[in-house]
């Protein structure tokens, strides 16, 4: 077992690739109550064109695959994994993303036996024809939740909008038409290919003992045998530089219009701390164009263009990357012309100034700091980092060496007109 | 459980609560401020805190505010209008980096208490009042707030069933405050309601972190100058609802239909029942073992989300689910049906105890957040309850069944709502 003290957040990790090929990380965290322990695979929505283990052919999987094969797990032969946690005083849950699926409890006692009940349930998969088509229901009226969320809408539009084939922009959830198609055997094939424990990391953060914990995970792992690992191989589709498309307006039952405009960035190449680097200073960068102090923030808000629900956002997974600036306005098409122009006028230099720089650095210094107050943060956060060969722990100090110089260079390389797309939800009656 | 020290120092109008605790990279200040809920008084109430942080004297703009929030590393500022019971409390929350986590830096708790202070005490202000531009400007977007709340189809139901149940009872106000009420506001209005909620509300002030508790209660009592007052704290009654149960639908072209039915207890924080209501929800529908989830969603897959809400403070119970339109009187025959269940103490062994012990989880970990411990005292502060997390723990585990069972016969369904869409194909 590895032992990694970072000084100056007064925090220390421990870490051991177990035989099987399993990343066990145990944060210790004095003073909680609770442990939070994350079990995720390296497996998201956008993973859907691989070789199955064992076979030589590429297959195509239907969509949000991932995302129902992450329901299914719960269920098991002998019932609800969720009562198992609820007996054992665990709050369970789970989430898919683009790139990752994480099974999750949090609990404040009961904590090896709740480890061993996350670390079994999916190490156990149990599908059945019976239990897939039931599912469907559920899925179904989470699928159509999301339809009526206009916030998710415009944000999933432009995405879509974004990408012209790469599969980012499936959402998560599939549609009621592909889950319909999902059978168990594609969800053996999806689990079998990517849930073997060399593509899975366990975290486990709160007050424990850490060689007590990993001697407990060590001790499950040990007993139950794993095919030998193969590499996963992936497919996805070559992206054009250009946005699929400028841009998209969708008519739903809102009230106030949606505004979000975006660019996307080619995949970075970028490893190790160069690449945290880029994504710090693709966050700094929107921070100083578009942050509350930002001049254009003031004068947009002073004129009523936007409100308090204006915003960014900066994704960076395995593959893509892509930055997103938006929120409720009554003038969406003069919002997203400034947000452009703002944009492009930050490409040839303006707007970034040493002060601003200065400022956004700080903010994202605290933030950060802030940040490690929380174990789901902790554990979420280092696990998409760890896949990503990050350290989490490395923002602090990489945010302290960085300069305005990383932020302008960052501007002029990544900032392009061809790769703007802009997506509104607008009002019904004005149709 | 880790033992955090808890104090109150009694100041000539006002509380002032510390915990000590050194588990957390940050120190947080935290003001509640709770006055009557009134329909004269909650669409100021909900305006006040964002012209407050629209400039202060020594940083007269929104922007200039937010830079000093920066340069304390992003000093995390906000406010938020919530209800408890028949009361409006408006909340203001400062957390800025324990400078011990960072290179070469001190006194960022003394600058962000200042800075709490300026939003406080010192806004910037023209001829005497706030100045207008601003306030026009925070009326534009409070209105934007208010309407767009029909945007998020989820809290519009939600807000819609407590207006139509509750008709003329304060407690149907929206704490985000009232459309038609914000035109008529203007600058000396709202900067005389102003003087008037520091002088009258009742005050409590909390700060949680790495500090020393009667230190940082003097640096308190300096900074922040409250007047004595003499402040009555509301009662909140539950009410009575109608004769017969009352339906109300309503149609907007969406996807899915909103089905929420609400209901009244007349158990509240302050009464001895109330951990046995607490628990009587629990195995009724908070939890993805309870009776509403495993009915409507893991046997009939009619829903995604299928639950039920307590708000202890009024005595309301909502039950919520998102269905298909042909579904809802199955839907809504089920939730009566294990409604009927838990009063019958229809509940095994199994459900209770499962309940309690994620009733205990959730209390021991709202101790791991600066917020959540507040919001544990502030139950007790707003209801002048005492019920300390250990007692509650207690309380929860000497629950039985049919203590819980006696607790959900005192729930009486009021309003059925429904918000559907189109019509199925």
């Known amino acids: 077992m590895e032992k990694t003290v970072f000084d100056q957040m007064n925090e220390t990790v421990y870490h051991e690739q177990l035989d099987n090929g399993l990343n066990v990380y145990i944060l210790p965290k004095k003073g909680f109550n609770k442990t939070y322990v994350t079990f995720t695979t390296n497996y998201g929505s956008i993973d859907n064109d691989f070789i199955p283990n064992g076979e030589t052919e590429f297959v195509h999987v239907p969509d949000g695959i991932a995302h129902f094969l992450e329901h299914k797990m719960f269920e098991k032969a ?3 994994v969720f009562q198992k946690f609820s007996s054992q005083g665990a709050s369970a849950n789970a989430f898919t993303s683009f790139t990752r699926t994480a099974y999750l409890f949090s609990a404040t006692s009961n904590i090896k036996e709740n480890t061993e009940t996350l670390i079994d349930f999916v190490q156990d998969p149990y599908f059945t024809e019976q239990t897939v088509e039931k599912e ?8 159509r939740m999301y339809d009526d969320n206009p916030d998710w809408r415009v944000y999933f539009g432009l995405i879509e909008n974004l990408y012209k084939d790469h599969p980012v922009k499936i959402d998560i959830a599939g549609t009621v038409e592909s889950i319909a198609e999902i059978t168990k055997d594609h969800l053996y094939t999806c689990y079998n290919t990517f849930y073997h424990p060399v593509n899975m990391s366990l975290f486990i953060v709160g007050p424990v003992d850490a060689g007590e914990m990993m001697a407990f995970v060590k001790e499950n792992q040990s007993k139950k045998s794993f095919p030998e690992p193969v590499p996963v191989e992936r497919r996805f589709p070559e992206e054009a530089e250009k946005a699929g498309l400028e ?14 405009v975006g660019f996307k960035m080619p995949a970075s190449d970028r490893t190790g701390k160069d690449k945290l680097r880029e994504e710090l200073a693709a966050s700094l960068l929107l921070e ?16 009523g263009l936007i409100d308090d629900t204006f915003g960014f956002d900066y994704t960076a997974e395995r593959g893509f990357s892509f930055a997103l600036v938006g929120g409720d306005s009554n003038d969406p098409s003069t919002l997203a012309e400034r947000i452009q122009t703002q944009l492009l006028e930050a490409k040839e230099g303006g707007h970034l100034t040493e002060e601003a720089f200065g400022r956004a650095r700080k903010k994202k210094i605290g933030a950060t700091l802030r940040a490690f107050n929380s174990p789901e943060y902790i554990a979420n956060q280092f696990t998409r980092y760890q896949f990503n060969e990050l350290n989490l722990f490395d923002t602090v100090p990489v945010l302290e060496e960085m300069t305005l110089q990383d932020v302008t260079a960052f501007a002029k390389e990544m900032i392009k007109a061809e790769r703007f797309s802009s997506c509104f939800v607008l009002p019904k009656e004005t149709a | 459980m880790e033992t955090t020290r808890e104090q109150t120092f009694a100041k000539p109008g006002y509380n002032i609560h510390t915990i000590e605790t050194e588990k957390f990279k940050t120190n947080t200040i935290i003001i509640k401020m709770r006055a009557p809920l009134q ?3 909650v669409t100021m109430r909900a305006l006040l805190p964002h012209v407050l942080q629209s400039g202060t004297e020594n940083a007269p703009s929104a922007a200039a505010f937010r830079t000093e929030l920066d340069e304390l590393y992003g000093a995390l500022f906000f406010s938020d209008s919530t209800k408890k019971g028949n009361e409006h409390v408006l909340t203001f929350t400062m957390e800025a980096a324990n400078e011990k986590y960072l290179h070469g830096e001190n006194g960022l708790f003394d600058r962000a208490l200042t800075l709490l202070a300026d939003v406080l005490f010192r806004p910037h202000l023209k001829e005497g009042v706030f100045p207008d531009k601003v306030v026009q400007q925070e009326k534009r977007s409070l209105e934007q707030r208010i309407r767009s709340i029909y945007d998020d189809k989820t809290r519009y139901a939600s807000l819609k069933l407590v207006e139509e149940m509750y008709g003329d009872d304060p407690y149907a106000l929206p704490a985000g405050g009232l459309l038609g009420k914000v035109g008529s506001i203007d600058t000396a209005s709202l900067y005389t309601y ?12 909390f700060v949680i972190g790495d500090v020393k508790a009667e230190e940082v209660a003097a640096k308190i009592e300096s900074h922040l100058p409250f007047q004595n007052r003499t402040a009555t704290p509301v009662q909140t009654e539950p009410g009575t609802g109608p ?3 009352r339906e109300i639908h309503e149609k907007q072209d969406i996807n899915q239909g909103k089905l929420n039915i609400g209901c009244r207890t007349t158990i509240t924080y302050g009464d001895p029942q109330f951990v046995a209501m607490q628990v009587a929800n629990g195995i009724f529908g908070a939890f993805s073992h309870s009776k509403l989830f495993m009915n409507v969603r893991e046997k009939e897959s009619l829903a995604y989300y299928a639950a039920s809400r307590l708000d202890s403070h009024k005595g309301f119970v909502a039950m919520l689910a998102g269905i298909d339109q042909k579904n809802y009187e199955k839907t809504v025959r089920i939730m009566k049906e294990q409604l009927e269940e838990m009063k019958n103490g229809h509940i095994s062994d199994l459900e209770i105890n499962q309940t309690k012990a994620l009733l205990k989880n959730q209390l021991q970990e709202s101790a791991d957040t600066a917020r959540g411990l507040v919001e544990v005292l502030y139950h007790n502060l707003a209801s002048g309850t005492k019920r300390p997390i250990n007692q509650w723990l207690e309380e929860i585990d000497a629950v039985t069944k049919e203590r819980a069972a006696a ?12 918000l559907s869409g189109k019509e199925e194909e």
Do not use: W
């Open chain 1, 247 to 260: 841009h998209k307006e969708i008519r739903m039952s809102v009230n106030t219009p949606k505004c979000e």
């Open chain 2, 194 to 205: 102003y003087q008037k909620a520091l002088a009258e509300d009742i005050i409590d002030i």
């Open chain 2, 407 to 418: 607790a959900a016969q005192t729930i009486t369904i009021d309003t059925v709502y429904f």
């Open chain 2, 243 to 245: 004769q017969e149960v």
């Open chain 1, 78 to 80: 002998d019932g609800d």
């Open chain 1, 136 to 143: 469907k229901g559920i899925i179904g009226q989470e699928i």
């Open chain 1, 288 to 303: 100083m164009l578009f942050g509350r102090t930002a001049g254009f923030y003031e004068k947009a808000y002073e004129s």
């Open chain 2, 39 to 41: 329909k004269e008084t």
